[in-house]
């Protein structure tokens, strides 16, 4: 079974080729493809080095212009589907996301359809966030979670493992949310779907180099877009 773990990047050249080296050094075949935003502080040309060493196991695509996580991730599962992976997974760079949980993420992806890296289907585990994120984050979920119905407990995940036939039969043309909305809108659209859904425990730490991407833009996307996936499944336009 081929395994792609699609890690979007803008920026990230404090992380990239640590990240890399422990996912490509992990028990399991995980292949890697970097979709990078044109980062201008050298991020793509740091991954073409690293390619001479690990030239089938790592693969980089680089767009031209920034538009939203969304659209970045949108592009990487086209190119999964495209070259015929079964398991695709969605991870940050920036080592918020445990490369040695994606083995816990695969095993539950395979008896289900989709498997969500959980910061809080067990309590809220976050290390090294302000107070003030957590509780964004979490009552976050809880508004999409009471909004859309869904009966998963961290709904702006933005760790998970889907099998090729969710990305297959999801729709991913009618996908409209870029920033972290784009995480709610592919749970939710699975969801609706039918596809079985399972949430897996992890402790998500926050970034210790580099810059987040949060902000308020990104906020009002996912406020708002929540109440606009739910009209649209009242009128059965989803």
Known sequence: M?????IPTYNEKENIAAIISTVIALEEDFH???????????????????QIDHPHQLHISVR???DGLGKAYIHGFRWALQNNYDYIFEMDADFSHN???????????????MSIGSR??????????????????????????????????????????????VLDE??????????????IEMKYRAYKKGFQIVEVPIIFTNRELGES???????HE????VLNLKWKSFLGQL
């Open 213 to 219: 991407k949060m902000n308020g833009g990104i906020i």
């Open 99 to 113: 490369p040695k949980d994606l083995d816990k993420l695969f095993r539950a992806c395979k008896k289900a359809d």
């Open 32 to 50: 890697i493809l970097i979709v990078d935003d044109s980062s201008p502080d050298g991020t793509a040309e740091i991954v073409k080095k690293l």
């Open 120 to 165: 809080y289907s067990k309590g809220v585990n976050v290390v090294n966030w302000p107070m003030g994120r957590v509780l964004l984050s979490y009552f976050a979920s809880k508004y999409v979670r009471t909004i859309l119905g869904m009966p998963i407990h961290d709904t702006t995940a933005g760790f998970v493992c889907f099998s090729r036939k």
């Open 64 to 66: 031209k212009i920034k």
């Open 170 to 183: 999801i729709g991913l043309d009618r996908i409209k949310l870029k920033g972290y909305g784009f995480q």
């Open 2 to 6: 081929k395994k792609l773990v699609i």
């Open 222 to 225: 996912a406020v708002f877009g």
